[in-house]
């Protein structure tokens, strides 16, 4: 499978603990979106990245949240202490064009 | 900043055609995406529309009006398995993709 890919698929954390999502974007692409999605709503943009480099990330974003492209390659999101708000959806898309998405990993914060 | 308006629900009958509309408002704009999404799924890509005009690709087709801001994506004959929630997305000059808050669309047999 030469899609997007996002580890893990699901995972459940208690309230205060740290959680890290990985994607590993088709390999030719030089885009990389994470977005945030909740039920009902449109995927709600976090931040991207061109190569290795960040290029914006969204205002609504707290400074618990973190990600990384380190080497233009995958892509990590690190929330910090996680709150029950962060329940969601957290979707990756690739991009040479067209937008891509991952799976997505969901988040259940409790 | 950005913001997008899609209607929040669309219902049509099996067999029928159904058009969803999307205007936008953007700092600066390069293309307008199409998107589906069913339940529990990632959203898939349909079409994109950097120009003015109709893009047909096979039972669905987009159009662009970049002077009035909106475009809209047009089912044809129309299935079960479309109903799913469709999103319209924008594209601005630093490549970011903001997306509407999607239409979901309801089939009727």
């Known amino acids: 499978d030469t899609g997007v890919s996002q580890d893990p698929r699901h995972k459940i954390t208690k309230r205060g603990q740290n959680v890290t999502f990985r994607c590993d974007p088709i390999s030719e692409h030089n885009r990389l979106y994470w977005y945030r999605q909740t039920l009902g709503q449109g995927p709600e943009f976090l931040t991207y990245?061109?190569?290795?480099?960040?290029?914006?990330k969204s205002r609504l974003l707290s400074d618990r949240f973190s990600a990384e492209r380190p080497k233009g390659s995958f892509s990590t999101l690190e929330i910090q202490r996680t709150e029950q708000g962060d329940s969601a959806m957290y979707l990756c898309?690739?991009?040479?064009?067209?937008?891509?998405f991952g799976q997505g990993t969901r988040l259940t914060v409790v | 900043g950005q913001s997008l308006e899609q209607p929040s629900e669309v219902t049509a009958v099996e067999g029928a055609i159904v058009q969803i509309n999307c205007t936008y408002q953007t700092s600066g704009f390069y293309g307008l995406s199409w998107y589906q999404q069913h339940d529990g799924g990632a959203p898939t890509f349909l079409s994109y529309n950097a120009l003015d005009g109709l893009e047909e690709t096979g039972r669905f087709s987009s159009f662009l009006s970049r002077s009035d801001s909106y475009g809209y994506l047009l089912l044809q004959e129309l299935q079960m398995k479309d109903s799913a929630s469709y999103f319209c997305a924008v594209r601005d000059r630093d490549d970011k993709i903001i997306f509407g808050k999607g239409t979901r669309l309801h089939i009727l047999p």
């Open positions: 990245f061109q190569n290795e480099a960040q290029l914006e």
């Open positions: 898309a690739s991009s040479r064009g067209r937008a891509f």
